[in-house]
């Protein structure tokens, strides 16, 4: 299949700038994968297409602020460093820019001081492997420090960190959110518990790379990034035990949804585990686990629209998305919500 096959025409102004202050009233598109059918309702309406036995999957990740902003020490010259991946205890993986400022031995300053950094390596790729120096618990320091890595799309400024977190993030790691879970609140999460939906958590720390754009004409040339995941045997029993039953997983994210076909055998069963998956779901495959995803609008030409028009045909996902331009739909990381049931 070709790139191009992906297109589809987005006004800049669908693209969403700064998230809804009441999580879970945004919009919401119910496309029947199957029909293309479309119903629009409000992200609350959720609770009424999952039913008792149900699970629905989310991924429990947290995003560091990870966006460093200094200055070299000696010139005063300004530096940004992003956070990419831990490789030791104070050593990562990072982008860099300017690039220039970031020669090996390079040594720099954030918050006057508390936190140094020096460049030890300069990959293959451009990135720089970065130790860095500091006084009590990185997170912490990190924390004070740092901003949220938000989506190159977006320009407005965040102002509460908190809002570019789902309300069940634990586990920290990710560079990007998984903005499909964005719109639920604590509230509405008991009440779908209490209906007797089997709530799960697993955990995939999002890389930047699912911002790369596909730079191939055949998709199938694509090189996929990979990202650590990780299932516990609880959350592998909720899920077998409601295929088992007869009853949808219901993933809630491109990322929960990638790391359930991951680690599903051919039976659709899942087992506790942890290890990367580069995994690229695009048409032509076929779902061993998930039945239902609820997901956010997407980038034109871009891994996940390949990977939404898997689930329920690439022509019901374009005409779907031809619909919510149509109705304005908000766009992208904190746009409005699809549901394929």
Same mark, same amino acid.
């Given at each position: 299949m070709r790139i191009t096959d992906f297109d589809f025409y987005l006004p800049k102004e669908l693209i969403a700038q700064h998230p809804l202050k009441q999580r879970d009233e945004a919009r919401l598109m119910v496309l029947d994968k199957n029909s293309g059918n479309v119903e629009h309702k409000v992200?609350?309406?959720?609770?009424?297409?999952?039913?008792q036995g149900d699970c629905?999957?989310?991924?429990? !990740?947290?995003?560091?602020?990870?966006?460093?902003?200094?200055?070299?020490?000696? !010139?005063?010259g300004k530096m940004e460093i992003l956070l990419l991946k831990r490789t030791e205890d104070d050593t990562w993986e990072t982008l860099v820019k300017p690039g220039k400022r970031a020669r090996v031995g390079s040594r720099f300053n954030f918050g006057n001081g508390e936190l140094k950094a020096e460049i030890l390596e300069e990959k293959e790729d451009g990135n720089r492997m970065v130790k860095f120096e500091y006084a009590g618990i990185f997170e912490e320091v990190l924390d004070r420090l740092g901003q949220m890595?938000?989506?190159p799309y977006i320009k407005e400024k965040l102002e509460d960190k908190e809002m570019y977190q !789902?309300?069940?993030?634990?586990?920290e790691g990710s560079a990007a959110?998984?903005?499909?879970?964005?719109?639920?609140?604590?509230?509405?999460l008991s009440k779908i518990a209490e209906k007797g939906v089997e709530i799960a958590f697993l955990t995939l720390h999002v890389g930047l790379g699912t911002f790369r754009p596909v730079k191939v004409e055949n998709i199938e040339d694509h090189d996929m990034h990979s990202e650590y995941y990780r299932m516990t045997k609880d959350t592998s029993d909720k899920i077998n035990k409601a295929?088992?039953?007869?009853?949808?997983?219901?993933?809630?994210? !491109?990322t929960s949804c990638r790391t359930l076909e991951t680690i599903g055998d051919e039976?659709?069963?899942?087992?506790?585990?942890?290890g990367w998956t580069d995994i690229f779901i695009y048409p032509g495959y076929k779902y061993k686990v998930v039945d239902n995803l609820i997901t956010n609008f997407h980038l034109p030409e871009s891994t996940l629209i390949m990977l939404v028009s898997a689930l329920c045909g690439r022509e019901n996902i374009l005409n779907a998305y031809k619909i919510a331009v149509d109705e304005e739909y908000r766009f992208f990381s904190f746009g409005d919500a699809m549901f394929i049931k």
């Amino acid at each position: 299949m070709r790139i191009t096959d992906f297109d589809f025409y987005l006004p800049k102004e669908l693209i969403a700038q700064h998230p809804l202050k009441q999580r879970d009233e945004a919009r919401l598109m119910v496309l029947d994968k199957n029909s293309g059918n479309v119903e629009h309702k409000v992200f609350r309406d959720i609770i009424d297409y999952l039913n008792q036995g149900d699970c629905l999957v989310l991924n429990d !990740t947290r995003v560091l602020p990870a966006r460093l902003i200094g200055s070299k020490e000696g !010139t005063g010259g300004k530096m940004e460093i992003l956070l990419l991946k831990r490789t030791e205890d104070d050593t990562w993986e990072t982008l860099v820019k300017p690039g220039k400022r970031a020669r090996v031995g390079s040594r720099f300053n954030f918050g006057n001081g508390e936190l140094k950094a020096e460049i030890l390596e300069e990959k293959e790729d451009g990135n720089r492997m970065v130790k860095f120096e500091y006084a009590g618990i990185f997170e912490e320091v990190l924390d004070r420090l740092g901003q949220m890595p938000l989506p190159p799309y977006i320009k407005e400024k965040l102002e509460d960190k908190e809002m570019y977190q !789902t309300v069940y993030s634990k586990e920290e790691g990710s560079a990007a959110a998984p903005t499909a879970g964005l719109h639920f609140t604590k509230e509405l999460l008991s009440k779908i518990a209490e209906k007797g939906v089997e709530i799960a958590f697993l955990t995939l720390h999002v890389g930047l790379g699912t911002f790369r754009p596909v730079k191939v004409e055949n998709i199938e040339d694509h090189d996929m990034h990979s990202e650590y995941y990780r299932m516990t045997k609880d959350t592998s029993d909720k899920i077998n035990k409601a295929k088992e039953t007869g009853h949808k997983i219901v993933a809630v994210g !491109t990322t929960s949804c990638r790391t359930l076909e991951t680690i599903g055998d051919e039976d659709g069963r899942v087992r506790e585990q942890s290890g990367w998956t580069d995994i690229f779901i695009y048409p032509g495959y076929k779902y061993k686990v998930v039945d239902n995803l609820i997901t956010n609008f997407h980038l034109p030409e871009s891994t996940l629209i390949m990977l939404v028009s898997a689930l329920c045909g690439r022509e019901n996902i374009l005409n779907a998305y031809k619909i919510a331009v149509d109705e304005e739909y908000r766009f992208f990381s904190f746009g409005d919500a699809m549901f394929i049931k």
